[in-house]
């Protein structure tokens, strides 16, 4: 789905479903006070099974995420190395019988496949156990731990510091994807439109271009992305749509996980949950947004 349109269905679902799910999961929590198990006891003994199914879904969803998180632990760690391993091909095709492999699907893919998750053949064969992988994924838990060992004061603490670092990262990217990969688009856009014979105005300005200082983020986001994203309305009519749509409004407010009822179980008593629940949306969409421009200012 490559359409803006896509936002249609994403804040129709945020509306519908995202906003007084999180309201109701909110006000559950701060006014029994409890986790998810407790509170759907004490709001029937027959919740018992929501609250248990809840717990369920966050601690699969804490396995798999922390299984990406040791994923990026260990790219993180090969980073460090003077030369990066998914640079280039590991050897020669005398010295490497895989390197004829790596040839063929690239030295990012072939560091991914084979070195990092060193998969394998088949699902028939299970493979051994990928002891780097293995020490990876302990980090991430210890991590986890670290963070979670005081409680929510120590876990409000790290989340507020990691959102700034985030934040702050992601408008690096955006200054390096943007003002370096995207300046070729928009600059290639204007010379080939039929109507613009712009290419001696742009071979003229090449050299002010030195600095990204000089050249606006605003001016290349609007230029670039108007001219170049296709608005096929006709995708709202695709179901595919708007269950992805469901699906991104689900994960990223961490809806029916027990999580945001257990958080809200530390609130005062007359706390407006409303005025959290809606705060706590506007953020996390324009968050979204925010990582969308992030992403596809590197990736295109």
């Known amino acids: 789905m490559t359409s803006g349109a896509f936002l249609i269905p994403y804040l129709c679902m945020l509306v519908i ?16 006070r409890r986790g998810p198990l407790l509170a759907f006891r004490d709001m029937s003994k027959y919740a018992v099974g929501i609250g248990m199914a809840c717990m369920m879904s966050s601690f ?7 299984t990406v998180i040791a994923w990026c632990v260990y790219y993180m760690g090969m980073s460090f190395r003077s030369e990066l391993a998914w640079e280039k091909c590991p050897g020669s095709s005398a010295e490497n019988n895989t390197s004829d492999e790596c040839d ?27 002891w780097k992988i293995l020490l990876s994924t302990i980090a991430a838990w210890t991590l986890i731990c670290v963070c979670l060992i005081k409680g929510i004061k120590s876990s409000g603490k790290v989340g507020s510091t990691f959102s700034e670092t985030i934040y702050t990262c992601s408008t690096s990217f955006i200054q390096g994807g943007v003002l370096h990969g995207n300046i070729s688009l928009y ?14 105005r742009w071979r003229r300005l090449e050299a002010s271009f030195q600095t990204r200082r000089e050249l606006t983020h605003k001016h290349i986001l609007i230029r ?10 006709s995708k709202i ?5 708007w269950r992805e749509a469901a699906s991104q409004i689900f994960f990223t407010l961490s809806l029916a996980g027990g999580g945001l009822i257990s958080m809200s179980s530390y609130n005062s008593y007359n706390n407006n949950f409303a005025k959290d629940a809606l705060i706590v949306a506007a953020a996390n969409s324009a968050t979204s947004l925010y990582a969308g421009c992030v992403i596809f200012s590197i990736v295109g």
């Open 17 to 32: 479903e995202g906003v007084p799910l999180l309201i109701l999961e909110l006000h559950i929590g701060q006014r029994f």
């Open 187 to 200: 600059r290639a856009n204007d010379i080939s439109h039929p109507r613009n014979n712009s290419g001696r």
């Open 104 to 130: 063929q699907s690239g030295a990012a893919s072939y560091f991914w496949y084979r070195e990092t998750l060193n998969i394998a053949d088949s699902i028939d064969e299970p493979g051994g156990i990928s």
């Open 60 to 66: 699969l969803t804490a396995c798999y995420y922390n």
């Open 237 to 241: 009519f695709d179901g595919t749509v």
């Open 224 to 233: 670039t992305r108007i001219q170049n994203l296709p608005f096929q309305f």
